[in-house]
């Protein structure tokens, strides 16, 4: 019986010194370093088992730390394309500002241009039917000068009014 005991007691003794030391102890770095990785330290890993279960585990965790680190560069990196795409944007949207405010400005012009230049043309028709029938000759020069001045103007107005013709040229869409 007492040998059976020693048996017995020497078999706990030994397996728990086995389980400890194969079992748990891994388990324990196992565990510390899956905690490390959850906090952002992605450079631990899981040393190699010595079991087949526990180096089959530790491959698992440190290819899924592999996979997480890559997935955390790749998100990096779509974050700075957003940031440069958002920028982009931002621009393009205040260029279209300004050309809108500048396609206003030049519709405002065309309207201006056209409610002076009617009145304009009656001027200067009255001014040469006064010439034709014999008006200060020098004062007629005068409102014709200052009338062409005012069509000038009113003619540059519109030209700025009208659409451009932008040189045509290959895009990369």
């Known amino acids: 019986i007492v040998l059976v005991v ?3 007691l020497i078999f706990v003794v030994l397996g728990n010194h086995l389980v400890k030391r194969l079992v748990l102890r891994p388990l324990d770095e196992t565990v510390a370093v899956a905690e490390a990785n959850a906090q952002g330290d992605y450079e631990r890993r899981v040393p190699e088992g010595r079991t087949r ?7 698992s965790l440190n290819r899924l730390t592999d996979e997480l680190l890559h997935k955390q560069e790749r998100l990096a990196e779509n974050i700075r394309s957003l940031d ?6 931002n621009e393009t949207q205040r260029e279209l500002i300004q050309v809108e ?6 519709r405002l012009g065309a309207g201006i241009a056209h409610e002076i230049g009617n009145p304009l043309g009656a001027l200067l028709g009255y001014a040469s039917v006064l010439r034709r029938r014999g008006g200060d000759t020098a004062l007629l020069d005068g ?3 200052e009338a062409r001045r005012i069509d000038q103007i009113v003619r540059g107005l ?15 869409v």
Do not use: F, Q, W
């Open 6 to 8: 020693v048996d017995i």
């Open 53 to 59: 279960e526990m180096a089959g585990l530790s491959r």
């Open 101 to 106: 405010k500048m396609a206003s400005i030049g």
């Open 158 to 172: 519109l030209d700025y009014a009208r659409p451009g013709n932008a040189p045509r040229e290959i895009v990369d």
């Open 84 to 89: 440069e795409t958002n920028r982009i944007l």
């Open 143 to 145: 409102i014709e000068r």
